[in-house]
């Protein structure tokens, strides 16, 4: 009877402990960048020249990035603008990401592209990435993602503040928006007609070093590329051409 008891009370203890951190712990509103941001974003790709270098080309170099724990996450869906959905219109919808697991974890926090680049060597910055991704799924592996308008996350360990932690439990919300219209066209179609919204979290570690003239841009995500274990289906809409859109509305 002892060993039962204490058992129990662990369990119970483990609980209560979790239900105290389930909470919102921060909001972001992703949908207009402010004009800093704005200027940031266009001109952050412009880097300084390597001195005796008259020109600089490219590679790129990827993996997987490890954590120290498993990383749990639970995205979700609490509200959408439209649950019709108009090829070519843009839409917003609050998103919710949640800590499902036992160890705290670390996300990008900032929208100042700037953030990649302050406190670092110009030619060796290392900095996070993160977006939501939304996307229309038809049958069961086929995905079509859709286009992005929100602006991204951005976190360094060399500027404190942009990284944000969510100890287990605990979650955020964010305003983000997208235009339903394919993201890779050459691949990818919308079609009409009942489809299931899906929303993704995707993080990454990106760098950029330079080794003599040529810039190396490094992607590093925390799930594979085909993984995508935080991708889950949110809410059924319905898909329609804007001609047949306004003639159901006459």
């Not at 704005?38 to 001109?43: D, H, Q």
């Not at 609050?94 to 036992?102: H, I």
Request: glycine share 8%; aromatic share 8%.
């Amino acid at each position: 009877m002892m060993t039962i008891r204490l058992v129990l009370t662990s369990s119970l203890s483990l609980l209560l402990a979790i239900s105290v951190r389930s909470q919102e712990v921060a909001f972001k509103d992703l949908l207009h960048p402010s004009t800093v941001d704005a200027v940031s974003a266009e001109t952050g790709a412009n880097t300084e020249t390597p001195k005796g270098c008259e020109k600089v080309s490219g590679g790129f170099v990827d993996g997987v990035t490890l954590s120290e724990g498993p990383r749990e996450i639970k995205v979700g869906l609490a509200s959408l603008s439209d649950a019709m959905l108009i090829i070519g219109n843009e839409v917003s919808a609050t998103v919710k990401l949640q800590n499902a697991g036992g160890n705290s974890i670390t996300i990008p926090w900032s929208t100042d592209y700037r953030t990649t680049q302050n406190g670092q060597d110009p030619a060796n910055r290392t900095w996070e990435f993160g977006q939501f991704q939304m996307t229309l799924r038809k049958g069961k592996n086929q995905y079509t993602d859709l286009i992005n308008t929100s602006q991204p996350l951005y976190g360094s360990k060399f500027l404190p503040g942009s990284t944000l932690t969510i100890k287990p439990g605990e979650w955020i919300t964010a305003r983000i928006g997208f235009r339903v219209a394919e993201e890779h066209p050459k691949y990818e179609r919308i079609e009409e007609g009942p489809a299931d919204l899906a929303v993704e979290w995707f993080q990454t570690v990106r760098t950029h070093v330079f080794k003599g003239c040529v810039v190396y841009h490094g992607f590093f995500p925390y799930d594979g590329f085909h993984e995508h274990k935080s991708r889950v289906t949110v809410q059924r809409v319905e898909v329609e051409r804007p001609e047949k859109a306004q003639k159901s509305s006459q």
